[in-house]
């Protein structure tokens, strides 16, 4: 298991941008697959997109493609949503997690951060 925090969340405005970032601690994390989330007020936690151990690999829901775009810097052990053109429908709080190989669905991952909020204003 790894134990993951995220930051970077905020308030920004339709069309701004904001970084999160996801720092893991463990020593074997570069063996994680590493994918966000994301639940908005009222509504089921959503999955937002996946990057793979070694970062060769990506998955992007459809409402955030072209938009964000998700990385590792696995000498950091942390993980990058860059979000851009936001619109109001992005906010949520976002969650990151992980699991050893590779996998879509929340049951997939056995390790969650604590999620950070981001706010979109129109």
């Known amino acids: 298991q790894v134990q993951l925090v995220e930051s970077g969340g905020g308030l920004a405005q339709a069309g701004g941008s904001l970084r999160l970032s996801c720092a893991a601690s463990g020593r074997t994390f570069s063996s994680y697959a590493v994918g966000w989330f994301r639940q908005a007020p009222g509504k089921e936690r959503e999955f937002v997109a996946v990057i793979s151990w070694s970062g060769g690999s990506t998955y992007y829901a459809d409402s955030v493609k072209g938009r964000f775009t998700i990385s590792r810097d696995n000498a950091k052990n942390t993980v990058y949503l860059q979000m851009n053109s936001l619109k109001p429908e992005d906010t949520a709080v976002y969650y990151c997690?992980?699991?050893?190989?590779w996998g879509l669905g929340q049951a997939d991952f056995g390790s969650w951060g604590q999620g950070t909020q981001v706010t979109v204003s129109s």
């Open positions: 997690a992980a699991l050893q190989g």
